[in-house]
């Protein structure tokens, strides 16, 4: 059974930059997209960005100049860094795997999720 | 503002039929691109419930049903149980954003 684990800061600083790491256990990173998104408190879910085991990414046109996911296959982990913080940025932030499209190749549902990680931008 | 339109909020008694819409366009449900559909309890990460469009994964019991139409898709529940009261999110592909995941507002669920 595939699963994910989000770690880092429960609380930064605005203007100050976010960094997550998930970890993947139960299966290898290798040949899958991952994920991060985010749920504002009381708020729906907004994704954030995508990264290819290869390293190649797409991000959120709203959030794409602050944002870096990157991945370490030996590891079996991928990463998020978020910049330039504010208020706004406080959000449970969930990794997940991502499924392809059987006939078209593109990113298409989150079949398995971390349980997610609080950040509080304070300042 | 959410690129996929759901209603905030819906509601039924135990043992009824609900549905949530999900309104999309041109350029994600109306250009092809599957949407699938996940449960988030109170407290907890969201779950997969539907996936390409009708597809339930392993452990989803079969009340629980995914369809599309045009620029839009539809979840319906039967036999509403109080375990179901929970938000619904509904999520796409659009390829107008530089290819991006969308997901809908979300929609809760009341069993009342």
């Known amino acids: 059974q595939v699963q994910l684990q989000e770690s880092g800061p429960g609380l930064v600083k605005s203007s100050e930059t976010l960094s997550l790491t998930c970890t993947v256990s139960g299966g290898s990173i290798s040949s899958f997209y991952w994920s991060w998104i985010r749920q504002p408190p009381g708020k729906g879910l907004e994704w954030i960005g995508y990264i290819y085991y290869s390293g190649s990414t797409n991000y959120n046109p709203s959030l794409k100049s602050r944002v870096t996911i990157s991945v370490d296959t030996s590891k079996n982990q991928f990463s998020l860094k978020l910049s330039s913080l504010t208020a706004a940025d406080t959000a449970v932030y969930y990794c997940?795997?991502?499924?392809?499209?059987?006939?078209?190749?593109?990113?298409?549902?989150?079949?398995?999720w971390g349980q997610g990680t609080l950040v509080t931008v304070s300042s | 503002q959410s690129v996929l339109t759901q209603p905030p909020s819906v509601s039924g008694a135990p043992g009824q039929r609900v549905t949530i819409s999900c309104t999309g366009s041109?350029?994600?449900?109306?250009?092809?691109?599957?949407v699938h559909w996940y449960q988030q309890l109170p407290g907890a990460a969201p779950k997969l419930l539907i996936y390409g469009n009708t597809n339930r994964p392993s452990g989803v019991p079969d009340r629980f049903s995914g369809s599309k139409s045009g620029t839009s898709a539809s979840l319906a529940i039967t036999g509403l149980q109080a375990v179901d009261e929970a938000d619904y999110y509904c999520?796409?592909?659009?390829?107008?954003?530089?290819?991006?995941?969308?997901f809908g507002g979300g929609t809760r669920l009341t069993v009342l």
């Open positions: 041109s350029s994600n449900i109306g250009a092809g691109y599957d």
């Open positions: 999520q796409s592909y659009d390829s107008s954003l530089s290819g991006s995941g969308v």
């Open positions: 997940a795997r991502v499924r392809r499209d059987d006939y078209n190749g593109a990113p298409a549902h989150f079949d398995y």
